[in-house]
């Protein structure tokens, strides 16, 4: 593992170098503040009304009226997002030729592999911190819980990870930057919704499917619960894609 | 140093290379020549573990490719062809990015990039990112990024294609600099790249090796005959046949006739020095003028066209 810090150095140099990693923070800050925005003031609007009101106020708690819907909602935009930063991975390194360069150094495929995976899961953990501001901001004027917020960013944390262990995996079997991006977000759309079915799809295949889903895994994070099965889930899922990603490395050499 | 037996590498069910077999030795250069698409390329990608052989077998510096790649690729600085670099990188910071991943000792890291940019003659662009170099200097950062950890062999697709004739000159000179001390194998469709650096020289065509010598081997011995120039002074006709007649001559050609002066000849003969000697008596009992007499090698140019249409004809 000795050549996992140069090449994860090298990757995360140039998601700042190339303006990408800070084009999606920007854009995940403005849509992430937008909601946050439109969730708060429609939040304050009710707690004016709760004044009059006092069956209302009983419901009212910012955690669940503004965090839980947002950090929902954050899931659903990093499906967006995430290819943008998975895409580039192995497709350009393929397009432009120097997959050639690199692999004929002295260096294991697991190395340029685990190098890559950290540095696109630490340009994600700073988009997660700076979302961070929003519940830091809102301790001033209110009291947000502390549990479901911090599930709710373990929960995150687990997500991005498999998602862009899924991104990995795609932009490992194309050069086409585009098809990489393309893909990754139709697998992670169909991983999100593959749950709207189980209601009517029998009792096996119901389970199946809920099992499947992305979505289903995470709402017990945004709750503020924890469970092992959730965990395991999006950690299954981040290995087995990773583990399928050194394959397909193996595999591209093998056929040329 | 190198030992590579009976390679053989399918793309899927298109044919690449087969069987190529052959070895360098320590310090030796060896040329690679062949046509566009005869599987040059392959080799040396396999050569350097980027992919494996379907068949065949290859030790680098005692290392299996297959069961040590990392050994193998720990002793091989390979300049793959079109050079491809991390064009969003400064000069200095590709560089350093190799020479950890080389395993350059973090102390004498800065000293050894210093020599090799010194030594590729990419000192004063090492701060410049790489996407604003020209090609020859793109061409000399993969050269120093494949000497970084000095390793005994060198292997170079195709390093002087698309430079300038001072650069082409340069990088000979680097690469005769370097021969003695390491290993090469020189890949290129450049001929007199191959006389000039070359003590040893593969020709392959269509994936299999069609000659191996050095190249003053390759342009002799494997004529059959030797071609000669003459000049004489005399009668045109009556000399063109009467120098057909002198045993050993295979073959007369009257080259076009200058406008003014004596008439050239171009004659093919038997290896034996007895028809020249024969070719000369003629002449001077004849009372004819000979102006000049040379034998004309062929260059490793005809050597390899010849090699290259003969097996494509067959
Ligand atoms: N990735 C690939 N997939 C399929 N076929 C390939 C691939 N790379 C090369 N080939 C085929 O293998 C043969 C040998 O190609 P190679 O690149 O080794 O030739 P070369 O001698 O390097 O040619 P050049 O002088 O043009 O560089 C060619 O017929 C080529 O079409
Ligand atoms: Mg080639």
Known sequence: ??????????????????????????????????LFYSGISFFSILSFQSLNNPNLAQGLNVTEGVFRPLYLNMGVILLLMMPLLTMRLFAEEKKSGTIELLLTNPIRDVEVLLGKYAACMAVYLVMLLLTALFPAFTTLVGSPEAGPILSSYLGLLLLGASFIAIGTLVSSLTENQIIAAAVTFGILLLLWVISWSASFAGPTWGTLLLHLSATEHFQNFAKGVVDTQDVIYYLNLSVFCLFLTLRSLESKRWRG | MIEVEGLTKYYGPSRAIENVTFSVNRGEVLGFLGPNGSGKTTTMRILTCFMPATRGSVRVAGHDVFRNPLEVKKNIGYLPENVPLYTDMTVRGFLNFFAEIKGVEKGTRKARIDEVMANCGVEDVGDKLISKLSKGYRQRVGLAQALLNNPPVLILDEPTTGLDPRQIIEIRELIRRLSGEKTVILCTHILPEVEMLCGRVLIINEGTVVAEDTPENLTTGLQRSHRIHLQVEGPAAEVAASLEEVPGVLRVKQSSPPSSGPHSYDLEVDKSDEARKALARMIVNRGWGLLEMRTIDLSLEDVFVKLVTTENGG
């Open chain 1, 1 to 34: 593992m000795r050549n996992f810090l140069p090449i994860f150095k090298k990757e995360l140099a140039s998601y700042f170098t190339s303006p990408i990693a800070y084009i999606v923070y920007c854009m995940f800050l403005i849509i992430v503040g937008y």
